[in-house]
Structures are given as structure tokens and as C-alpha cells.
């Protein structure tokens, strides 16, 4: 596993002071629990981990819709409202993979902690932008521009990190299938998420006040992700600066070579794709509904139901069989999405739709968890958490692009047309989970060997 990891005095990593007893261990018995597999989870990290790296990965799911609805509120104008959620969208994909490399060197909690602060004050300076400019001219769009990209660039990355933290938990863990486990989870936490989060958002900003969102995501990341930033999983994993320093392991750095960064291209490409299949899709889905309902906004809810059957479909990644390697299973996964978003361009009417949409996230949560389980083997050593946040600023980049293109097919030629960037980006998955079984497993193999 390309990560260090503390394994304590019964492990072949030497012992840190710092290192707290509490950690559970992957070695000790376990009852069966209730949840199946997943029971494995908290006894690897705590019980208390999942619930926190779940509610604390919420904000990053409320900023940009949450920037969307204030702008707008205010201005009056759409097109100022997604200039704002374009700003976070592309602050937080310049940003994700500089906290994750700081992260990497410095250890997550200092990283978390002043990146939740910033966060916070940058939420904050947005609100009182959006409120106090005068009018909306160039002056003031570029304040308000500047602070919603700052407060995409902040976001703390939970999710990525988390990940991180797993791989080194199971690392330690003599048991298959619990990365798998892990990884499961992790993918389901995030549709969850960003199924929520953008609920939330719509709720309180239409029942209450549109800046109460953004507020409310402030809360929760100074408080939430400050308690993620400080739980006692971090420890598991090692900056490389200690490792530098010598306190551990020598320092890999003649690992981390050209060789090693386009493998990681691989997926991080997978993830643009993805995110550009995810923006296209929800686009079109939001044009279907306005030309169907005359109600665009219930595109959303139409959204929401592929997101639901992706979690649950994630969750059974951990109950396929290791021989069904990952390669394989990027190809199989890719290849039902390409031939299901065939589907999308059949109903007329919202029943089929949604049916159409159930089917299809059934193929979309385990091609994620497989493209995230890649990216971790091919990520250099001592640099996961700079890999894990490229993967995900490669959803974001890839879900503006896939945004604009189906926005635009829309707006000149309808929404059926909308729907071949959903197709096309799976398309481009399947060919990208080819060139991982052909090119990038049989080096990742003989890597493995050679270490």
C-alpha cells in the first residue's frame, strides 16, 4: 500500500510517542456484527469515525449550490448566480490537490484545522460581499467572484483525506476486502452527501433566507471538520517530513517519478469523466423537467433518485469477490453506464425517467469506488492524499465542463440532445477502464513485485 502508516510497537513501522493507544486494532477478534462487512469499519477506526466523516464532508456538497441560491437571491440575475458557483467550482479544483500535497507533507490535522478556519472566514466574507456591494457592477461582481473562489479553495476535503485514512487503517489489517470495505462506504458517503446537500440548501434558502445555507455550512465545518481534523485516525497516517526527518521509514522520494504521475492520470481522467457525465446528466435533467413540468428546479429530485441507487449499489462493491479484479471491474461497470444512459433518451414523460435513472446509478457507485481503489495503487509513495484530492477535483472540473456543454446543447437544441454528454462521457470511462486493463495493471503489477 503506497502509504505510511503507524502500526504501533507489534508492527514493523517503528513507534511514535504521539501515536494513542486508542486506536483500535485490525488484529484483534471480532464479533459478528449486524452490518455485515462494514461492521469491520468501526473497529478499525472507532465507532465514532463514520458518523463524523460522513456529516463532515457536507459543506463541500453545500457550497456551490449554496452560492448559487444566495447570488442569485440577491442579484436577481442567473447568470451572476453561476458565475458565483462557477468561481467555487473552480477554486475548489485548483485548491483540493494543494491541501491534499500540504496534507501529504505536513500531516492532516494542522491542514484541516487552518483550512477550516479559512473556510469558515471565507463563507463569511461572501455573505457580507453578496449584501453590502452597493449594486452589482464589475467592481462588485469581482469582490463577490473572489470570495466565492477563495471559499472554493479553502473547502476542507474531507472525503479525499478520509480515504487516505482508510488505506492506511486497512493496510495494517491482515483481512481482504476491507479496503474494498472501506472504499464502499466512502463512495456511498458521498452521494449521500451530495444528494443532501443540495436538499438542504434548497429547503432552507426557500422557506428561511438564502444566506442561512452558507451559514450553516460554516458551523458545521469549523465544528465538524475541526473534530475530523483532530480524531485519533489521523495518527495513522505519517507526512512525509517526519518520514524525511527520519522518524520513520527513509524517504521514497526517487518513488514519486514521471512514470508514477501518468499512471495517476488514468484516473484522475476517469473522474473528469465522471464529473462530466454527472454535470451533463443533471443539466439535461433539469431542461426535461422545465420543457415537461414547466418546473426545472424538480430536475433536482429526478437527480436525486440516480444518486440514491448509486450509494446502494456502492455499498455491494464490498461483496464482490477479489477475483473480480479492478480493471475488470472498471471495464464491466463502465460499459452497463454507456449502455444505460441509452435510456435517457426514451421517456417523455417523469415515471419512465425516473426509472431510467434508478437503472442507471446502479453502474454509477461501483465505477467510482473502482476508479478511487485504482487511483490509490497507482498513487506515488507518501502522496495519496495529493492523488485522492486530485480525483476529486477531477469530478468537479469534469462536472463544469459537462455543465456548459449540455447547458448549451440544451438551450439551442433541446434537452434530447443534452443527454449524448452523458453518453459520451461514459463512452470515454469504458476506453479509459480499457488502457487501465491493457497498460496500467500490468505495471502496477510488476511495481508491486519489484517492492
Not at 503506497?2 to 464479533?31: C, F, Q, Y
Not at 446528466?281 to 414547466?294: D, H, I, K, R
Not at 435513472?357 to 473502482?370: C, D, H, W
Request: one cysteine or more.
Amino acid at each position: 500500500m503506497n502509504v505510511s502508516i503507524n502500526k504501533g510497537a507489534s508492527g514493523n513501522a517503528s513507534h511514535t510517542p504521539e501515536a494513542p493507544s486508542t486506536l483500535h486494532s485490525p488484529d484483534a477478534p471480532s464479533k459478528k456484527s449486524p452490518l455485515g462487512r462494514f461492521g469491520r469499519l468501526p473497529e478499525l477506526a472507532g465507532p465514532g469515525f463514520l458518523p463524523l466523516g460522513l456529516f463532515a464532508r457536507l459543506p463541500l456538497a453545500m457550497l456551490t449550490i449554496g452560492a448559487l441560491a444566495l447570488v442569485q437571491a440577491v442579484s436577481q440575475s442567473y447568470a451572476i448566480g453561476g458565475y458565483a458557483a462557477g468561481a467555487v467550482g473552480v477554486g475548489s479544483a485548483i485548491g483540493a490537490p494543494v491541501l491534499g500535497f500540504l496534507a501529504d507533507r505536513s500531516g492532516q490535522r494542522p491542514v484541516l484545522l487552518i483550512a477550516a478556519l479559512a473556510n469558515t472566514l471565507a463563507i463569511a466574507g461572501l455573505i457580507a460581499a453578496t449584501y453590502l456591494v452597493p449594486d452589482f457592477n464589475t467592481p462588485s461582481l469581482l469582490l463577490i467572484l473572489a470570495a466565492a473562489l477563495i471559499m472554493g479553495g479553502t473547502c476542507p476535503q474531507v472525503g479525499p483525506l478520509a480515504r487516505v485514512r482508510w488505506m492506511a487503517l486497512t493496510g495494517r489489517s491482515p483481512r481482504q476486502g476491507d479496503l474494498d470495505t472501506a472504499m464502499s462506504y466512502e463512495s456511498t458517503a458521498d452521494e449521500l452527501t451530495f444528494v443532501m446537500g443540495p436538499a438542504l440548501v434548497g429547503l432552507l434558502a426557500s422557506a428561511i433566507s438564502p444566506w442561512l445555507p452558507l451559514a450553516l455550512a460554516a458551523l458545521m465545518t469549523i465544528t465538524l471538520v475541526s473534530a475530523f481534523a483532530v480524531h485519533r485516525t489521523h495518527y495513522a497516517v505519517v507526512p512525509t517530513r517526519k518520514i524525511a526527518a527520519g522518524h520513520h521509514l527513509p524517504a521514497p522520494a526517487s518513488r514519486t517519478k514521471a512514470a508514477d504521475w501518468w499512471l495517476v492520470s488514468i484516473p484522475v481522467l476517469g473522474m473528469v469523466c465522471m464529473g462530466t457525465f454527472f454535470g451533463g446528466t443533471q443539466t439535461a435533467l433539469f431542461a426535461f423537467a422545465g420543457a415537461g413540468s414547466g418546473t426545472a428546479s424538480l430536475g433536482g429530485l429526478l437527480y436525486a433518485v440516480m444518486g440514491l441507487s448509486s450509494a446502494a449499489a456502492a455499498l455491494s462493491v464490498a461483496y464482490w469477490p477479489a477475483k473480480f479484479r479492478h480493471p475488470v471491474r472498471w471495464l464491466a461497470s463502465a460499459a452497463a453506464m454507456a449502455a444505460l444512459t441509452l435510456l435517457l433518451f426514451l421517456p417523455e414523460t417523469t415515471t419512465p425517467m425516473l426509472i431510467a435513472l434508478f437503472a442507471l446509478g446502479i453502474s454509477v457507485g461501483p465505477t467510482m469506488v473502482t476508479i478511487f481503489n485504482i487511483g490509490g495503487k497507482v498513487a506515488p509513495e507518501n502522496r495519496l492524499g495529493t492523488v485522492m484530492t486530485m480525483l476529486a477535483s477531477g469530478i468537479v472540473a469534469g462536472t463544469a465542463i459537462g455543465s456548459a456543454i449540455a447547458g448549451s446543447l440544451a438551450e439551442n437544441t433541446g434537452y434530447e440532445l443534452a443527454f449524448f454528454v452523458s453518453t459520451a462521457a461514459a463512452t470515454g470511462l469504458l476506453l479509459l477502464g480499457l488502457l487501465t486493463a491493457v497498460v496500467v495493471e500490468p505495471r502496477v503489477t510488476r511495481r508491486t513485485q519489484r517492492s
